[in-house]
């Protein structure tokens, strides 16, 4: 994490950790928040960092986080572990049931002890099995603006969150946050 990003960084967590934000904090907090996940977003390209040279590697930045995710899937309602979650989407781990296209609705999450009620149509978008471990990528589809608001709200705890464990280890973002999504995704 270069020196900028490290002061983005600090001064995001900073706002984020204050309650009843003026309107100019409030656009200031927005401000950095976009910004860093844009920057985030973006990795140097081999052998160029210093010249700007940047490769887009995923349309959404991906945060590793434990969330317990409950779908409505038809009649059922079902409970799966999500490892990491977007703006676009969330990647379960280990879970045959989750079939290609198929459609659910998320109607709760928790992360890190909060419950979030949800409104939240998603499809699967993508599975693969690496490691004998199955992984499912799930898209956010059809949001309405109040549910989009509250993903990105959900979203933001979650990313300032990863932004402290960062910058209280002294490490760079890993390079998974980079990789490619699978094919389908």
């Known amino acids: ?28 907090r927005r401000q950095l928040f976009e910004q860093l996940v844009a920057k985030l977003r973006f990795k ?17 930045l991906r945060v590793p986080t434990p969330l317990v995710v409950r779908f409505r899937v038809g009649d059922a309602t079902l409970t799966a572990e ?11 781990r280990d879970h045959l049931w989750a079939l290609p296209d198929q459609r659910m609705r998320i109607d709760q999450m928790q992360v890190a002890g909060r419950h979030y009620s949800l409104r939240v149509d998603c499809r699967v978008a993508w599975r693969i099995s690496s490691d004998g471990r199955l992984r499912a990528g799930l898209e956010f589809v059809e949001l309405s603006n ?6 990105r709200q959900i979203f933001e705890a979650i990313f300032v969150a990863y932004l402290q464990q960062l910058l209280a280890a002294g490490q760079e973002a ?12």
Request: proline fraction near 7%; charge should be negative.
């Open 44 to 60: 140097p390209a081999a052998g160029e960092p210093s010249r700007g040279r940047w490769l887009e590697r995923r349309r959404f």
């Open 82 to 92: 999500a490892v990491e979650m977007s703006l676009g989407g969330l990647s379960l």
């Open 146 to 151: 109040p549910a989009r608001q509250q993903l």
């Open 174 to 185: 890993p390079d998974d946050l980079f990789d490619e999504e699978p094919e389908g995704g």
């Open 1 to 28: 994490m270069d020196a900028e990003i490290r002061a983005m960084a600090r001064e995001l967590i900073g706002l984020a950790a204050r309650d009843g934000l003026a309107a100019d904090q409030q656009r200031r």
